[in-house]
């Protein structure tokens, strides 16, 4: 059982910038791949960035170029920066960790990943 609680969201203006914050506690930090996925209201969760134990890093391509997945193994904190905010980027982001697994799933699949948080809302306006 992993907890992970995210925070930082908030309203922001098209074209901004965001930072959120995910900090884990219950299992080893080091040894957990973290993602970020986003959910729209009536809309399925959509993989947004994955960054492997391996240091890989994964985008989907409605973010690369603008959103930036990183980690801080001392304070079991992964961030998302989020750069030229669109509109379109508005939904509850949630943090998702997840250890070694033999299944089908890949890393863009929300089923590799048993612990989630409770989402932060981000908001951009136009």
């Known amino acids: 059982q992993v907890q992970l609680v995210e925070s930082g969201g908030g309203l922001v203006q098209a074209g901004g910038s965001r930072g959120l914050a995910c900090a884990a506690s219950?299992?080893?930090?080091?040894?957990?791949?973290m993602a970020w996925f986003r959910q729209a209201p009536g809309k399925d969760r959509e993989f947004v960035a994955c960054?492997?134990?391996?240091?890989?890093?994964y985008y989907a391509d409605s973010v690369k170029g603008r959103f930036t997945i990183s980690r801080d193994n001392a304070k079991n904190t992964v961030y998302l920066q989020m750069n030229g905010l669109k509109p379109g980027d508005t939904a509850v982001y949630y943090c998702a960790a997840s250890t070694f697994n033999s299944g089908i799933y890949t890393y863009s699949s929300p089923q590799f990943y048993p612990d989630w948080g409770q989402g932060t809302q981000v908001t951009v306006s136009s």
């Open positions: 219950g299992r080893t930090f080091t040894i957990l791949d």
């Open positions: 960054l492997r134990t391996g240091g890989s890093t």
